[in-house]
Nanobody, 126 residues
């Protein structure tokens, strides 16, 4: 079965850190840009961060610049999102998506095809 699987979410206090993982099953990520998206109740979906197929180009939303870092391991077909200095407003369901479109377009418009993960909850609360 071809799918993306997220892991690493959970509950963390403000100022804390989490690392999300997005692993491909049944295919490899070598030729795909991958992005992390989040959606909180009552808010629109937001492109958080994206990385190109090679890993050489990255995009970040202004809201997470300087706090989040995306990376890609094509050998393991896994993309990571290191989230530091977490804030309550980072609370959301986080999804990863893979698509063979330019990385900037992936982050601003979302995937046009490709694959979506099932999502994972991140809660930042004291």
């Amino acid at each position: 079965q071809l799918q993306l699987v997220e892991s690493g979410g959970g509950l963390v206090q403000p100022g804390g850190s989490l690392r999300l993982s997005c692993s491909a099953s049944g295919f490899t990520l070598n030729s795909y840009a991958v992005g992390w998206f989040r959606q909180a109740p009552g808010r629109e979906r937001e492109g958080v961060s994206c990385i190109s197929s090679s890993g050489g180009s990255t995009n970040y939303a202004d809201s997470v610049k300087g706090r989040f870092t995306i990376s890609k391991d094509n050998v393991k077909s896994t993309v990571y999102l290191q989230m530091d200095s977490l804030k309550s407003e980072d609370t959301a369901i986080y999804h990863c998506a893979a698509d063979s479109i330019p990385v900037q377009r992936l982050c601003t418009m979302g995937p046009t095809g490709g694959y979506w993960g099932q999502g994972i909850q991140v809660t930042v609360s004291s």
